[in-house]
């Protein structure tokens, strides 16, 4: 043998060996024939059950028998790949009409594996037949076997349209295809409609045909995303499971699931629900159960007592597969090459396909008809001169003499000479001519008939027609899905995500956060919160897991923290710093923080700076969806930073005191509610050298105490301070002194006597506003501690409360 070595690039060798490759699983394997909706192992498989005659009306056989003759027949590939596409053929929730009747296990919507094909048996359905009915009249081209022994079908005759009716999906090589299964009646319909006007639009078509019908139901949402499909071959829909909320005893409920969508693992999606019971994802859940048996599919999720039905089901379907998008992606092989069909190009593929079906099937029957006509002539003259041919036989020598003898003495054809000497001899009584002669006359009508078939289109297309409607009369049946024309909101409230529990949410200077159930902040006491040395507590509040907290920084900034995603941590443990949460910039610090339990509630956010700036902003405008860094809720000028942000309706008055002893008392309804980046508007008119230390709402009662720099503390009642205009210089509440003026460290609203602190770089000292005396506005207070040992203050800070 002569070895022939071809030197040859490497991307061009596998270039075309991929290329070959590809044009086989393409044209051959993965993608269905838009004439019968079948790929090449599907349609072997019903043609050698047909050929050996394992049909409805016959008893079941071994499924090992069918799958032997498939592969050592028609399709050389392994076993196990020629059962799985038998099996589908045979499952009632993958196809809309099963192709292939099977009795034993052949798998569940579980995804469990059918029985081994040895236990299994299996026949063709009675609508399987529809597909290959008239195969035998020259209806379809035909090819040769992969080992050229026998003959096997391009194309079943197919007498319905099945591709749209059991859809199809596979994956080959740069294509792939997802063709859903519709209503049968309904599509016949759509068929019929392009037959009567083939310039019919989609939407006429889907006034018969308004979308897939899911042989496991379901509901379907978004009509233009179907009619998009339907024009385009490319679209998507909603599909979701079909669900009713039951009462059950003790005023609890009950979800049960009765239909899911198409090709959902039913099992799977049972343990999904129950993973989300058990990882509490969601509350309310109290049990799941698979209820299903022969009556049906059933899914009960048992609700505990005053859980909300209505939002545990919108998590479901936005969570778990009971809703699930459906991507129409309709491509199948149309002359011979993969295209992506509308489902009107799809079904006028298919009426052509009938139309060249009828045709053969018409002009075979045709021949088969003038053949016999033929013969049935020749006996009719026979009979009419009986005696001579008789005479003729008998005088012939054997059976080819006799057959010559009649063809040369009475012009007798080969044909009608076979048939007279292969006449039997009860055939020439006289009942048989006007047999004969009755069965000449019905093979003239069945003549005139199939020749009208054939050079009339107008009758042709009556054939398809009838037969359509006969195949709907016998097999349809009602519309498993329902379709609805929107996609319907999915929302979810976050008492369904998140427990209604009660706790303590608290921030200390140093930007350490945490919250703490009550029980232990109850058990450790308010002044045992565990701080790192130098740390104080800012402020704590009373919240919800369900709350949202907003933590405000010196730098114009707000951060958006949901108090179920805050540590638990105990009173007495540090918790969590801020920049671990979200990334803070240098010298940013925490300037207060606001609990928030509704943003729909009819609130506003005042932020004052030092700068003399103020704004207010509607709560609502800090409700956000994405909170991973910090949101800029105040635009701040040059070196201005935030001091107060305080939670108001918006009537409340202020009082803004300054560093050099200036205040000045306004109403809020003065300012408007501005954007939540705005930089706002002037609070009051600073001199230079000056800036506010302290933006506080007043109240009824209510008193003004100061620290200044010198170590003095002063108590003024409110009244002292009248109502004046924002933008104003204010009042003077600090002695004038010319050396060595007191400067304002802070200053606080208060109603009641609380415990404060002074602190130095040196020392920090503790008493109760109690000790401090009221004063009038022109004096400059008392001094707490001497300015020459403690030192200047740099911080006055009232505690939170009273031990």
Not at 713 to 726: G, P
């Amino acid at each position: 043998m002569q070895e022939n070595i071809q030197s040859l690039p490497l991307e061009d060798v596998i270039g075309d060996r991929f290329g070959r490759y590809s044009k086989y699983i393409i044209q051959d394997r993965a993608i269905p024939d838009v004439r019968d909706g079948l790929k090449p192992v599907q349609r072997r498989i019903l043609f050698a059950m047909h050929a050996e005659g394992n049909t409805y009306d016959k008893n079941f056989r071994k499924s090992a028998k069918t799958v032997g003759n498939v592969i050592g027949n028609y399709h050389p590939h392994g076993d196990t790949s020629v059962y799985d596409a038998m099996v589908r053929m045979s499952q009632d929730w993958k196809l809309r009409h099963v192709l292939v009747e099977m009795h034993g296990n052949n798998g569940s919507i579980d995804n469990d594996p059918p029985a081994a094909m040895r236990y299994t048996e299996a026949k063709l359905s009675k609508l399987a037949s529809v597909l290959l009915r008239n195969i035998n009249q020259d209806t379809v081209d035909w090819v040769q076997n992969f080992d050229d022994t026998a003959m096997e079908p391009m194309v079943l005759p197919a007498n319905y349209p099945n591709l749209l009716v059991n859809g199809s999906t596979g994956i080959s090589a740069g294509y792939a295809t997802d063709i859903p299964p519709h209503n049968l009646s309904e599509v016949i319909d759509a068929t019929l409609m392009i037959i009567d006007n083939p310039n019919v639009t989609t939407e006429e078509i889907m006034t018969v045909m308004p979308g897939p019908d899911f042989p496991t139901g379901g509901i379907i949402q978004g009509k233009s995303g179907i009619k998009q499909a339907y024009e385009t071959g490319k679209g998507k829909a909603i599909v979701r499971g079909k669900v009713e909320i039951e009462k059950l005893r003790g005023g609890r409920e009950e979800i049960v699931i009765t239909e899911i969508p198409f090709e959902v693992n039913k099992s799977t999606l049972v343990k999904r629900i129950d993973e989300l019971r058990a990882d509490k994802k969601i509350e309310g859940i109290l049990e799941v159960r698979d209820e299903t048996d022969r009556n049906g599919l059933r899914i009960a999720v048992e609700l505990k007592k005053d859980a909300n039905a209505e939002g545990i089901l919108n998590y479901l379907y936005k969570n778990t597969d009971l809703q699930v998008a459906y991507n129409f992606n309709m491509v199948a092989i149309s002359d011979r090459r993969p295209s992506l069909l509308g489902v009107k190009a799809m079904l006028q593929s298919y009426i052509k396909h009938q139309q060249e079906v009828i045709l053969r099937r018409s002009q075979f029957e045709l021949d088969q008809a003038k053949k016999r006509m033929h013969i049935v002539e020749g006996l009719i003259k026979a009979l009419s001169i009986l005696d001579e041919v008789i005479e003729t036989i008998r005088q012939s020598k054997n059976k080819s003499d006799a057959k010559e003898n009649l063809k040369t003495k009475y012009d007798f054809t080969e044909a009608q000479a076979e048939a007279i000497v292969m006449l039997q001899l009860y055939r020439l009584t006289n009942t048989d001519i006007v047999q004969l002669e009755n069965e000449h006359d019905e093979l003239k009508a069945t003549l005139e008939k199939l020749e009208k078939i054939i050079n009339d289109k107008k009758h042709l297309m009556s054939v398809i027609k009838r037969e359509l409607k006969a195949v709907q009369k016998d097999f349809s049946e009602p519309r498993l899905s329902t379709i609805e024309d929107e996609i319907q909101e999915i929302k979810i409230s976050k008492e369904i995500l998140i427990p209604s529990e009660e706790t303590i949410v608290s921030m200390t200077k140093d930007g350490y956060i945490k919250r703490t159930s009550p029980r232990s902040f109850g058990a450790s006491g308010l002044y045992e919160l565990g701080t790192k040395d130098g740390d104080v507590l800012l402020d704590y509040k009373e919240s919800n897991l369900q709350d949202v907290l907003l933590v405000f920084t010196n730098l114009g900034h707000y951060i958006y923290i949901p108090v179920h995603q805050l540590p638990d941590v105990k009173w007495k443990d540090l918790g969590t710093h801020l920049s671990q949460i979200v990334p803070l910039t240098q010298n940013e610090y925490v300037v207060g923080m606001i609990n928030v339990t509704d943003f729909n509630q009819e609130q506003s956010i005042m932020i004052a700076t030092q700068n003399g700036m103020i704004k207010k902003t509607l709560l609502i405008d800090f409700n956000v969806t994405r909170y991973s860094r910090p949101i800029v809720c105040m635009k701040l000028k040059d070196d201005d930073q935030v001091i107060t942000v305080q939670s108001i309706t918006g009537e409340e008055h202020i009082l803004v005191v300054t560093q050099n002893g200036f205040a000045l008392h306004y109403s809020l309804a003065e300012i408007n509610n501005i954007g939540i980046k705005a930089a706002g508007v002037k609070s009051i008119n600073l001199k230079d050298n000056d800036k506010v230390v302290s933006t506080e709402i007043l109240y009824p009662e209510s008193d003004l105490i100061i620290a200044t720099h010198r170590g003095a503390m002063k108590k003024m009642k409110i009244d002292l301070f009248e109502e004046s205009k924002r933008a104003n210089r204010g009042v003077v509440i600090l002695k004038e002194l010319k050396s060595n003026p007191h400067k304002v460290v802070n200053a606080y609203i208060i109603t009641d006597d609380l415990n404060f602190t002074l602190s130095s770089s040196n020392e920090t000292y503790q008493s109760n506003t109690k000790t401090i005396r009221n004063a009038d506005r022109y004096t400059n207070g008392s001094f707490i501690v001497d300015e020459k040992e403690f030192g200047q203050i740099d911080a006055f800070n009232l505690l939170i409360a009273d031990e």
